[in-house]
C-alpha cells in the first residue's frame, strides 16, 4: 500500500528515535516535506495525500542519512539563525542559537542607523556578521575564515541575502597583521578543548568542520590570538563580542585583560550559561559613558 504523508512521517520518527536521534517528530517531517517537496502545512492540512515511489524513496535515503547522525541543517542545505535562513554545508559550522547572543549583544551596544565597520574573525557561514549587516543598514563588514570554502559559502549567503554590496568575505588568518580599525569586532572562534572533541554528540564530532571545533590543548588558543589582534583592529570606543565555551568566561575575560581590553559585560544563554563577553579598550574615551550604560557607537555621542 502506498505510504501517505502521515504514515511516512510515522515510519521516520519511528527509525529515528530508534537510532537514539535527540528530535525525531521534528526532523522526520522536516525531512519528509524535502522528500515530498511540501511546504510545512501540508502535512497538517492534507494528512493522507499519498506518497509517489520517488518520495518515498527520497524519504528513506533522507531517514538513512540522519539515522547516520547526520545533522538535518546539512542534509537540508540550510539553517535559520537571527531573523534570516543560511546556506550551509560540510564546510561550515551550522550556526547556533546560542551565537545570537553575539548579535544582540551587538545590537544592544550600537545605534540602529549608525555607519558601524563591522570586522567577523572566524565568519563561516557569515551567520553573525550578516545578521547585524541586515539590522544595521547602514553598516559595512568584512569576514575573515581560514577555509576558503568557508568563505566561498558566506559570499553566496551574502548574495542570496542582497547583502553582498556591504559585505566583504576573505580567505585569512587572526593571526596575520590586518590594517584598519573596526567599530564592532565580533568572532565565535573554535573552542573546544582538542581533547574533548570525541566525547561530542556524533552530529558535531563526525560532520562539522575540525577548524570550526577545536581550540587546542585548552580550547583557548584562538583567544590568545584574538586578544591581541582586537587590541590593534578595535576603533577607539568601539566593541567586541566574544562567544566562548563552557567554563572559558574567566580565562577569556584574563586574555583580554593582558592587552588591556576590558571585559565589561557578560551574557549569559538563556540556560544562564556565561557566553559572550563584551569588551572595550581599557583606557577608551568612552569607558566613562559605557560603564554609566548610556553611550552607544555610531550616534555621535547621543544616548539609546
Ligand atoms: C565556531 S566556527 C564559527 C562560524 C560562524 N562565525 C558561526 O558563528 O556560525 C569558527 C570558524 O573559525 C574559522 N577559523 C578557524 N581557525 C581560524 C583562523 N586561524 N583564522 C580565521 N578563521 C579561523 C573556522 O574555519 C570556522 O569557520
Known sequence: ???????????????????????????ARLLLEKAAGIGRTT??????????????????????????????????????????????SSAVLAPRPETEFVVEAVLAETHKDAALSILDFGSGSGAILLSLLAMRPLATGLGIDVSD???????ANAEALGLSS?????????????SGRFDVIVSNPPYIA????????????????R????GGADGLDAYRALA???KDLLASGGVAALEFGMGQADAVAGLLETVSLEPVRLIQDLGGRPRVWVARHAQGPDCKSLQAGKKTLGNNGSQR
Request: hydrophobic share 45%; glycine share 6%; proline share 5%.
Open 166 to 178: 556591504r559585505a566583504r568575505f576573505e580567505v585569512g588568518s587572526w593571526d596575520e597583521k590586518l
Open 1 to 27: 500500500m502506498a505510504e501517505t504523508l502521515v504514515s511516512a512521517w510515522g515510519k521516520g520518527r519511528d527509525a529515528l528515535k530508534a537510532a537514539g536521534v535527540a528530535s525525531p517528530v521534528l526532523d
Open 194 to 209: 582538542s581533547g574533548d572533541i570525541a566525547g561530542l554528540d556524533p552530529e558535531v564530532r563526525d560532520y562539522e568542520p
Open 149 to 155: 570554502a568557508a568563505v566561498a559559502v558566506a559570499k
Open 211 to 214: 577548524l570550526a571545533l577545536d
Open 228 to 230: 591581541p589582534a582586537i
Open 43 to 88: 502535512i497538517i492540512t492534507d494528512p493522507h495525500q499519498t506518497l509517489t515511489q520517488d518520495a518515498w524513496a527520497a524519504f528513506e535515503a533522507l531517514i538513512e542519512r540522519r539515522r547516520a547522525r547526520e545533522p538535518v541543517s546539512h542534509i537540508l542545505g540550510r539553517k535559520a539563525f537571527w531573523t534570516l535562513e543560511f546556506e550551509v
